[in-house]
């Protein structure tokens, strides 16, 4: 990278800073597409203006351990023509592809950094660290071509259309740049962002990208491998509404459905696949945690479609388990049984099919308008215009009220389920597996609203309870994909290796069900939390 571009943090500016609050959706769009996505009628209709086409050139700084990175900051000089741009921007909020952040425009007389005119007096004292300061150097460049169009929507709504193309490179690597960005640029309703979309998706693949430029080079930069993402403690305030309680809620399972996403299409590690499952559980339980507020007729076209692309999944998490750990400890324990291999090739055969049969769910045109009808209705929120009945919770009483109602309710129906759990048959053990799942997930939505100690005590016992009866449903379901794989008529060596299996999980089944007294005891004796 050029040695030309070093911070000089003294330089003055020429004109004031400028702070803006960005809300844009940004989309992912393939080359080949590009010509059918300039000529949308659509996109013509809409059109008030056209710009000519910029050659946009950004250097992107940190130090060398990454600190801006890791407090979420990101610095750039961008330079426009003949212009340079500094632009400083702050963590915000992704979901559904829509960002939201802030950041801070100010001109400058040359390639260089100055930073005591930013707004913020947080960022501000951030940038006062003079080592800081002067450790800041070029990590990455992007380079691309901008072609932009103004929209105007009947609505009124001014929606600045962007096509990007181009690359993010470091020294030694570099990352092709094609998206679509749509940027409000007036007052109005972000979902009319997806509207757009979901109009041009019908014809054109598009891909919602909750991925970041500067992600993408800070990733190129350092080399980092994607890895599975677990769902993140959701802050929440005693004085939100229900309703504003409810979006925040959805938006942290979307992003942590989305962030598996990647890992589900490359394929390499079977923790992505689970990772998505676990983002919808949580989401539909959060929907039927709110179903008063939300009514199901509101609802019932994305629940149908969660539970397909949660169907798409299953097949794949099944076969992963018996293949990743049922088998394992079974082949070293039987290494000298002829028919393992055999056994252990039609479950890797298996395995692999429904895998493919997850990365295509996760790769198709019907999961990303999925994801874009999920944020076009989180924008609208219909449920604020509902009718209020005294069966349903007023959208606008603080969530600390909800709250303790909906865990009370699941607490109550968890321990009914499972009274005399040792005894219940597998059917009526997974309908208590299911009650507590959902209560564990509704108490990790609440928990922040309680102390932390007795919360987590709570929801300790609860995931203790959860695993126990995870095993025993993994063993059930590990008994029905034996049924599946079919064995000759005398053929009794291939038949033993299933016979094996069969026994080995039946007992393993049963010494578990002890754990369970024991973990339902634990969760029975403890207090509740809120």
């Known amino acids: 990278m050029s040695e030309a571009f070093t911070s000089q943090a003294n330089s003055e500016l020429f004109f004031h800073p400028v702070m803006n609050s960005e809300i844009e959706l940004k989309l992912l769009i393939s080359p080949t597409d590009i010509r059918r996505l300039q000529r949308h009628p659509l996109l013509k209709a809409l059109t008030r203006q056209r710009f000519p086409a910029q050659k946009l050139f950004s250097v992107y700084y940190d130090t060398p351990d990454l600190a801006l990175y890791q407090h979420r900051v990101a610095v750039r000089l961008r330079r426009i023509g003949r212009r340079w741009i500094q632009?400083?921007?702050?963590?915000?909020?992704?979901?559904?592809?829509?960002?939201?952040?802030?950041?801070?425009?100010?001109?400058?007389?040359?390639?260089?950094?100055?930073?005591?005119?930013?707004?913020?007096?947080?960022?501000?004292?951030?940038?006062?660290?003079?080592?800081?300061?002067?450790?800041?150097?070029?990590?990455?460049?992007?380079?691309?071509?901008?072609?932009?169009?103004?929209?105007?929507?009947?609505?009124?709504?001014?929606?600045?259309?962007?096509?990007?193309?181009?690359?993010?490179?470091?020294?030694?690597?570099?990352?092709?740049?094609?998206?679509?960005?749509?940027?409000?640029?007036?007052?109005?309703?972000?979902?009319?962002?997806?509207?757009?979309?979901?109009?041009?998706?019908?014809?054109?693949?598009?891909?919602?990208?909750?991925?970041?430029?500067?992600?993408?080079?800070?990733?190129?930069?350092?080399?980092?491998?994607?890895?599975?993402?677990?769902?993140?403690?959701?802050?929440?305030?005693?004085?939100?509404?229900?309703?504003?309680?409810?979006?925040?809620?959805?938006?942290?399972?979307?992003?942590?459905?989305?962030?598996?996403?990647?890992?589900?299409?490359?394929?390499?590690?079977?923790?992505?696949?689970?990772?998505?499952?676990?983002?919808?559980?949580?989401?539909?339980?959060?929907?039927?945690v709110f179903l008063d507020l939300v009514p199901k007729e509101q609802i019932g076209v994305l629940l149908e479609e969660l539970h397909w692309l949660a169907g798409e999944l299953d097949g794949a998490r099944n076969w992963d388990?018996?293949?990743?750990?049922?088998?394992?400890?079974?082949?070293?324990?039987?290494?000298?049984?002829?028919?393992?291999?055999?056994?252990?090739?039609?479950?890797?055969?298996?395995?692999?099919?429904?895998?493919?049969?997850?990365?295509?769910?996760?790769?198709?045109?019907?999961?990303?308008?999925?994801?874009l009808t999920l944020g076009a209705w989180l924008c609208r929120q219909p449920w604020l215009g509902g009718i209020e009945t005294q069966a349903q919770p007023i959208p606008g009483i603080p969530i600390a009220e909800f709250a303790p109602q909906v865990l009370q309710k699941r607490h109550k129906k968890l321990k009914k389920r499972g009274k005399d759990i040792a005894t219940l048959a597998p059917l009526e053990r997974h309908r208590v597996r299911i009650a507590a799942k959902k209560l564990r997930y509704t108490a990790e939505f609440f928990s922040s609203l309680y102390q932390r100690k007795p919360a987590r005590r709570y929801i300790g016992a609860l995931a203790d309870l959860q695993e126990v009866l995870g095993a025993l449903n993994d063993a059930a379901t590990t008994v029905t994909l034996l049924e599946d794989i079919a064995v000759a008529e005398h053929d009794p060596l291939r038949q033993q290796a299933k016979d094996i299996v069969l026994g080995w999980v039946l007992g393993a089944s049963h010494a578990r069900v002890k754990d369970l007294e024991n973990t339902w005891e634990n969760f029975c004796s403890g207090k509740v939390f809120w």
Not at 342 to 362: F, G
């Open 321 to 371: 388990v018996f293949a990743l750990e049922t088998l394992p400890p079974l082949a070293s324990s039987f290494p000298d049984q002829t028919g393992r291999e055999w056994l252990k090739s039609n479950i890797d055969e298996r395995r692999q099919h429904y895998n493919v049969q997850a990365r295509e769910a996760v790769a198709s045109a019907r999961y990303q308008k999925l994801l």
């Open 87 to 288: 632009t400083v921007k702050a963590e915000g909020s992704v979901a559904a592809g829509l960002h939201a952040r802030l950041e801070w425009e100010s001109a400058r007389t040359e390639n260089s950094l100055a930073f005591d005119s930013i707004g913020d007096p947080a960022l501000r004292e951030f940038f006062a660290d003079e080592t800081l300061r002067h450790t800041l150097r070029p990590i990455f460049i992007t380079e691309f071509t901008r072609s932009r169009h103004l929209l105007e929507f009947p609505s009124g709504e001014a929606v600045e259309f962007a096509l990007d193309r181009g690359e993010v490179r470091t020294d030694d690597a570099q990352l092709p740049i094609c998206e679509l960005e749509l940027e409000l640029k007036s007052a109005g309703d972000p979902a009319r962002l997806f509207d757009f979309a979901l109009s041009l998706q019908e014809t054109i693949p598009l891909k919602l990208e909750n991925v970041s430029k500067a992600e993408r080079g800070y990733r190129l930069f350092s080399r980092a491998k994607i890895v599975p993402v677990k769902a993140k403690p959701l802050p929440l305030e005693k004085e939100l509404s229900t309703s504003e309680a409810f979006t925040r809620i959805i938006q942290s399972c979307l992003t942590h459905l989305q962030a598996n996403e990647p890992g589900v299409i490359e394929g390499e590690d079977s923790e992505f696949v689970h990772q998505m499952r676990v983002a919808l559980r949580r989401m539909r339980s959060a929907l039927s």
